[in-house]
C-alpha cells in the first residue's frame, strides 16, 4: 500500500508540473502542432496553420516585424504602410521634432508620399524562415563558445544585397533556431496622434484598466527598384510586403477568438523557485532606482516646455520600467507562483529519487543552484541597484571618453583620431536629449539614493571623495561636479574632442564616470563565479526537467522571436470586488478630463466630436470604442502587434498589459492576466474623423 501511495502522489504532482492552461503560451509560430491547431480551432479559429507561417506561400508571418528592434509592427496596405504603438514611435517622433514642430505633442500627418518624414536609424526586419539548427549548435558548442557558434551558424544565412541577416536563437527546451529576417532601413513617419490622444493618461493609467489610449502610430516601408532593402534614397518606392493585414470593422465582442502575432522579449516561466527570488530582489531594486529617477526628472520637467519635450522619451521609459518592475514585484508575492515552484521541484525531485541513474545525474541539482543563489544575492542586488541608479546621463561622459583617454596614454595617434570622430558622434546624438541643469538636479537625488540604501563597501569610490572633501556634503559635491567639470557645456566637451590632452582625467565628471563604471564591474566580478556554477547546474537541472516532460504540450521561454499567443475577448476579476469591463469608451475619457494635468488634456477636436457623436461606421451603439481586453498571454516586444480574429482580419493593436498581469515574464494567471489592445475602429475614427487623413485611409482594406 505504500508504494501505491507514494506512485498516486507522484502522479498528481507530475500532472501538475508545467501544466499549459488554455490561452497561456507564447507558440513559437514554425512548431504550430495539432493539438495546439485544435484547440485555437475549438475557440474560432479559422485558419489552418500555413496561413499563419509559411516559407513559401503569404501567410500572416509576412505581415509582421520587428519594430526598430525594440517592439512589433504590421504591414496594413500593399504599399508597405504599417502600423505600431504611439510609444514604440515615440523616441522617434521625439528625433525629428523641434520646438516649432513639436510633432509629440500636436501629432502629424501626412498627405502625400512627398511629405512622409525620413527617421534616420529607424529599421525593420522582417521574417523570412527559421531553420531547426538544434542538431548543429550542440555538437559545435561542445568545442565552441556560443558567440562562435552563433557567428558561424548565422554567416550560412546572411546575405547583404538581399538584406538577409540571421539569429541564432537558443530555446529553453534546449533546441536551436536560425531566424533569417530581411532588413529594412528606409522607413519614414506617415502619421502619429497628438499625445493627448496616442498617451493619454501616461504614466498615471499605464498598466491599469479601464485605459483610454489611441496607442498607434503609422509608418511606411521603403526600398529600392528590386523591392529590396536599401539605405535612404528619394529614388526608393514603398515596399510591397508578400503579405498585409485587412482590417475588420465587425468589432469585438466578449467571447471572440483572438490572436497575436509578434516578438515578446525574455519570459522565466521555467525558472526554479530560487531564481524566482533573485527576480523579485532585482524588481525590488529597479523599482527603488527608477522611482526616485523619475520623481526628480518629473519636478524638472513641470518647470519648462522645452524640457519636457527633450527628456520625453527617456521619462516615458524610466516610468515604464518603473512601474512595470513594481508591479512585476507586487503582482509575484500575491501570485501562488513560489509555492508553485516548489511544488515543481519536489515532484522533480521525486521523480529523480525514483532512479538511481537519475540520482546520479540530476539529485544534487537544485542543492547548488541553491547555494550558490544564496551567495550572489547581495552584490547582485547592489549592482542592480547601482546601475539603475547611476548608469545614466551624468556617468556616461567619463564612460564615454575611457578609449579616448587609454589612446593618449599609450600615445596611439590612429587610435585617438578613431575615438575623437566616435565621442563626437556620440555627443551629436547625445546633445540633442541633455540639459546640463536638469541632470545636475536629478543626479543628486540618485547619489542620496544609494547612500541610503547599500552598505558602504557596495559604493562606488567618488563617495569617499563626498566624505572626505564635502564632509559628506552630496548637495555640494555635486555642484562643483558641474561647474568644474568641461563635460557641463557643449563648448566645453566640444573643445576636449577637438584637442584631447590627458588634464580630463581630472575632470570631475570623468573621475565619477569611471568610478561608477569600475564599481559595477568590481560588483560583477563578486558574483560571476556563482553564476558560472549556477549556468552549467541549470543546463544539467533542464535536462532533467526536459526528460521527465517529453510527452507534454509545452512551450519555450520567449527570446525575442516570433511567437503566437491566443485567448479570447474578455474582462477580469483581478481583486477582491472588482471587475473589469472588456471594453473602455469614449466616454472615459471625458469623464478623466482635467486640463492641468498634460497626462488628462483632452483636445477640443475630440471633445467636439463626442459631443456631437461624429463617430461615422466606426461607432457602436451610439458609443465610440476605444480599447479592450484579451487573454492572450503577451509581455514586453509585443507592443505593437496586431491582434487578428479567426478569418485572420485585424481588429487592434496591442499594446500593454493590466496591472495584475505584470508578472507575466514569470507567470500566466488565466482569471487576471489581461493584455490592452487599441480598438482598430478607434485607431480609424482618428484618422479619418480626427486627422482627415484620407491619405492613410484610401490605402487600408477595410471589411
Known amino acids: 500500500m505504500k508504494d501505491v501511495r507514494k506512485s498516486a502522489w507522484l502522479l498528481l504532482l507530475l500532472l501538475s508540473f508545467g501544466q499549459v492552461r488554455a490561452d497561456e503560451g507564447m507558440w513559437p509560430v514554425s512548431r504550430l502542432s495539432s493539438p495546439l491547431m485544435q484547440k485555437m480551432g475549438g475557440i474560432g479559429l479559422q485558419l489552418p496553420a500555413e496561413k499563419i507561417y509559411s516559407e513559401t506561400d503569404p501567410s500572416l508571418k509576412d505581415a509582421v516585424m520587428v519594430f526598430d528592434n525594440a517592439g512589433t509592427a504590421e504591414f496594413v496596405s500593399a504599399k508597405g504602410l504599417i502600423f505600431t504603438n504611439h510609444h514604440c514611435g515615440r523616441g522617434r517622433v521625439q528625433q525629428v521634432s523641434t520646438d516649432a514642430h513639436n510633432y509629440l505633442r500636436d501629432g502629424y500627418w501626412a498627405t502625400a508620399q512627398t511629405e512622409e518624414i525620413p527617421i534616420k536609424g529607424l529599421t525593420v526586419r522582417t521574417l523570412q524562415k527559421i531553420v531547426d539548427v538544434t542538431d548543429q549548435a550542440t555538437n559545435l558548442l561542445k568545442t565552441k ?14 546575405d547583404t544585397v538581399k538584406g538577409l541577416q540571421a539569429s541564432l536563437d537558443g530555446y529553453s527546451d534546449g533546441t536551436y533556431f536560425i531566424s533569417v ?17 496616442g498617451n493619454f493618461g501616461g504614466e498615471t493609467d499605464n498598466f491599469e484598466w479601464p485605459r483610454h489610449s489611441g496607442d498607434f502610430s503609422i509608418f511606411r516601408v521603403y526600398a529600392n527598384a528590386n523591392n529590396l532593402p536599401a539605405d535612404y534614397s528619394k529614388n526608393n518606392k514603398p515596399y510591397q510586403p508578400k503579405a498585409f493585414l ?7 465582442h466578449d467571447h471572440d477568438f483572438a490572436m497575436t502575432l509578434g516578438f515578446p522579449f525574455m519570459t522565466q516561466r521555467h525558472i526554479t523557485s530560487f531564481e524566482l527570488q533573485e527576480e523579485l530582489d532585482k524588481n525590488r531594486a529597479t523599482a527603488i532606482a527608477k522611482g526616485r529617477y523619475i520623481d526628480a526628472l ?4 513641470d518647470k519648462d516646455e522645452r524640457i519636457r519635450l527633450i527628456y520625453s522619451d527617456k521619462n516615458f521609459s524610466a516610468g515604464n520600467v518603473y512601474k512595470f518592475s513594481l508591479g512585476t514585484y507586487k503582482q509575484v508575492n500575491l501570485s501562488p ?3 508553485s515552484k516548489r511544488q515543481d521541484e519536489a515532484a522533480y525531485m521525486a521523480w529523480v529519487n525514483a532512479d538511481t541513474a537519475r540520482i546520479k545525474k540530476y539529485g544534487n541539482c537544485l542543492a547548488v543552484l541553491e547555494k550558490n543563489f544564496a551567495l550572489e544575492k547581495e552584490p547582485k542586488f547592489a549592482h542592480t541597484l547601482v546601475s539603475g541608479a547611476l548608469f545614466n546621463d551624468a556617468s556616461l561622459f567619463g564612460i564615454r571618453s575611457r578609449g579616448l583617454v587609454e589612446a593618449l596614454e599609450h600615445n596611439n595617434q590612429n587610435e585617438v583620431e578613431r575615438e575623437k570622430v566616435s565621442l563626437g558622434k556620440w555627443y551629436a546624438n547625445f546633445s540633442k536629449e541633455y540639459d546640463s541643469r536638469t541632470d545636475q538636479a536629478v543626479l543628486c537625488q540618485m547619489i542620496k539614493l544609494l547612500k541610503n540604501n547599500l552598505k558602504k563597501e557596495y559604493l562606488p569610490d567618488f563617495y569617499t571623495i563626498i566624505d572626505t572633501k564635502y564632509n559628506g556634503d552630496i548637495d555640494k559635491y555635486v555642484d562643483d561636479l558641474y561647474a568644474k567639470s568641461i563635460f557641463s557645456t557643449p563648448a566645453g566637451i566640444e573643445k576636449f574632442i577637438k584637442k584631447p590632452t590627458l588634464k580630463i582625467k581630472q575632470d570631475p565628471l570623468y573621475v565619477y564616470g569611471v568610478s561608477v563604471y569600475n564599481k559595477l ?13 549556477i549556468r552549467s547546474t541549470k543546463k544539467v537541472y533542464n535536462e532533467g526537467v526536459r526528460e521527465m516532460e517529453k510527452d507534454r504540450l509545452t512551450y519555450p521561454d520567449a527570446n525575442f522571436s516570433m511567437r503566437l499567443t491566443y485567448g479570447t475577448v474578455a474582462g477580469a476579476n483581478p481583486r477582491d470586488g472588482i471587475y473589469y469591463k472588456s471594453q473602455s469608451t469614449l466616454k472615459g475619457v471625458i469623464e478623466k478630463e482635467d486640463s492641468s494635468n498634460y497626462e488628462f488634456v483632452v483636445s477640443p477636436k475630440l471633445k467636439e466630436l463626442y459631443l456631437k457623436k461624429e463617430y461615422g461606421r466606426y461607432g457602436e451603439n451610439d458609443e465610440m470604442n476605444i480599447d479592450f481586453l484579451t487573454s492572450t498571454d503577451i509581455t514586453g516586444g509585443n507592443s505593437g502587434s496586431p491582434v487578428v480574429n479567426g478569418k485572420g482580419e485585424m481588429t487592434g493593436v496591442a499594446f500593454d498589459g493590466n496591472w495584475e498581469s505584470l508578472a507575466g515574464s514569470m507567470v500566466y494567471e ?9 480598438d482598430i475602429r478607434y485607431a480609424l475614427f482618428v484618422i479619418d474623423k480626427y486627422a482627415h487623413s484620407s491619405y492613410v485611409l484610401n490605402e487600408l482594406t477595410i471589411r
Not at 145 to 158: D, F, H, P, T, W
Not at 182 to 189: A, W, Y
Not at 670 to 676: A, C, E, G, Y
Open 521 to 533: 564591474i568590481d560588483l560583477k566580478q563578486a558574483f560571476s563565479d556563482y553564476e558560472a556554477v
Open 246 to 252: 485587412p482590417i475588420s470593422l465587425a468589432g469585438v
Open 181 to 197: 529576417y530581411q532588413v529594412f532601413k528606409d522607413v519614414r513617419l506617415v502619421g502619429v496622434p497628438p499625445e493627448s490622444i
Open 337 to 339: 507562483v513560489m509555492e
Open 298 to 301: 518629473g519636478k524638472e520637467m
Open 145 to 158: 563558445g556560443i558567440r562562435k557558434v552563433s557567428a558561424e551558424l548565422e554567416r550560412q544565412y546572411n
Open 670 to 678: 488565466p482569471d487576471k492576466n489581461r493584455s490592452v489592445n487599441v
